[in-house]
């Protein structure tokens, strides 16, 4: 099935509501205690939990003997409380007796060295024997649990490649030379993908090649581009192995893996086009001010994976992580904003790590929503009132983010600027690029989407291609198209460089993208650290720290923005090629955050979207949609106070008071209100003069 393919209703989540709740680990605590965990889901509006994602050794404590009466027991309980079940397969981790029996299936690090059991993810994705158990368990649990009442869907693993997402073992290697075989077919077709003539790498039978290990020098960097696409495929192989059980077991039921957000390791486009719902678990740095512009991302990205098909945010945490150099916990009203953040964005759920904090174990210092003083504890107190408001917000359930601009997401030319070791500069990464061109973008108030290089784009006016090293002829076909078509499309530096086997396009970049933006690159000029050059942007000076380009622009390509400084001075930097009702622009250069603006508030309002005047990272505003309401979120991540003019009266979901002209929201305030839908993205902004530090904080706010 495709990504962009609409669900069978009958594999839709079977909740008929925001899920509310989180991971919960019954078997590390007694059942009287499970009486006591019932009732306080209760009293929180908890509906649904995740379990039992690692518990394999107690569910099959010995090979081929299973001890399923507490698992019975629990889901019972669950279910006869309201309580809906995001119900794992159990096989996050081997057991330990599987492991011993089988010690091929341990992974390898790239220096040859087998990782041991003592932590989670102990398997290589490769092979055989764990993927046979995997199947065996996968088919076990759903053959006892797939009629259960309370099944709201299967949670397959978890969080694949966390620990695990490359393995150099002897087994990966055999996998790797299948996989390559499938790519090219012969030998010969391998040697010219790879450029084996450069430094004598020629191949002359399969078994001499091998994952890419350290070398003398620099590793073939068509090699290593493939190990991440192998690697990346390895685990979507695994990942099938499960929904191929499922699926002929619990044909109705709908089936998910939960991502970890924008990760580099997994081509997350393949993995959603396998599974009925995306599922994230997103972890914003308490400590890090503008953590939640970085979420906004990852939760665009969340929400385009099915074609703007609500999500499910399916762990989060109450309070503080344990897996930081230092865990900092959420202050008062953190978790609410942060929450719903992600439902602003289009998640259909608010689910944390954990339900009940452990006592034990490499997480017990991981907060949870019932922390270790039980129900005193305030993160219990604060997710208690989370999940009371969400029931307020049971209108905003099934509708769609609204969103003009989409940013490219492109694991290839991820992995080709941050695998490959021979390029011009290490300072310039994919990942980066995306994350400041968004920043950008969210600061100027529009929402991002994140889409394919092929698309589709329909209904954006803005596609964003912070950079794109690796680009095929569909790609640039694709582009041009929506070009063509009236879009508006601004491409960044180093994009168009080699095709999909890592060769240099003839004439050099912007390759196939050449016609479109009407530009060549003659050199990439990379900065030396602490270096610094300028632009002369329409009169407006923007700093370089790292990388510059000698570029040539064409008769018909304007010259917007000029290098004023360095080697380069005089050189144009920023060009924009109009292309009927469309336009191309392609930046030569990483510009500095704040020197983004300009540049994209012109894009923008060339494109006819709004930008917002004010540059107040703290707040943000976005709109979800049904057919007949628009249900804009107002969220105030900061600790000053905020007030926003309104383009229309609208009523407030969260506590039912209608605002006509003007919105106050306290620290880590929030707001959502409805009104009826309107032909235009609904656009506020920011009043001149904002309330007064001194001003009270609404109740709701609090």
Known sequence: MSAEAELQPERRVRIDALAFGGDYNPDQWSEQTWQEDIRLMREAGVNMVSL????????????????WGWLDRIL??????GIKIDLATATATPPSWLLRAHP?????????????????????PSAPAWRENVARMARAMAERYGQHPGLAMWHISNEYGDHVSRCWCPESARHFRRWLKDRYGNLDALNEAWGVNVWGQRYTLWEHIDTPKKAPGPVNPTQLLDFERFSSDALLELFQIEIDVLR?????????????????DLDYWDFAAREDVVTDDAYPEPADPTSHIGAALNYGLMRSLKGGRPWLLLESSASATSWRDVNVPKPPGKIRVESLQAVAHGSDAVMFFQWRQARYGQEKFHSSMVGHRGERSRSFRETRALGHELTRLEPVR?????SRVALVVDWDSWWGTSAVESLPS??????????????????LGHPVDAVRATGP????????????????????EALTAFVAGGGHLVVGPFSGVVDDTEKVHEGGAPGPLRGLLGVEVDEQWPLPDGAAVSIDYVGQRLSVPHWSEWIEAEADAEVRGVYDSGELRGHPAITRRLVGAGSAWYVSAIIEPDGMLPLFRDVLTGAGLPTRDDVDTDVEVLTRAD??????????????PVSFILDRPATDVLTGIRHTERLDLGRYGVAVLASPRADHVPFSRLAPTPQSTDTPIAKEDA
């Not at 019972?76 to 409380?81: A, G, I, M, R, S």
Request: one cysteine or more; proline letters at 7%; glycine letters at 6%.
């Open 52 to 67: 039992p994602i690692f518990s394999w050794p107690q569910l099959e404590p010995e090979p081929g003997v299973y001890d």
């Open 76 to 81: 019972d309980l669950l279910h006869e409380n």
């Open 104 to 124: 091929e299936m341990a992974p390898w690090d790239a220096e040859g060295h087998r990782l041991e059991f003592g932590s989670r993810q102990t398997y290589c």
């Open 248 to 264: 002929e077991v619990t044909p109705d039921v709908a089936v998910t893996t939960n991502f970890m957000s924008m990760f580099r």
């Open 398 to 402: 099934g509708t769609r983010v609204r």
């Open 426 to 443: 290490q300072r310039l990464q994919w990942d980066q690029q995306a994350r400041a061109w968004h920043r950008a973008l969210y600061t």
């Open 457 to 476: 784009f329909d209904g954006y006016d803005v596609v964003l291609v912070p950079n794109l090293y690796i680009t095929t002829l569909p790609q640039a």
């Open 627 to 640: 057919d007949d309401t628009d249900y804009t979120f107002h969220l105030n991540h900061g600790h000053t």
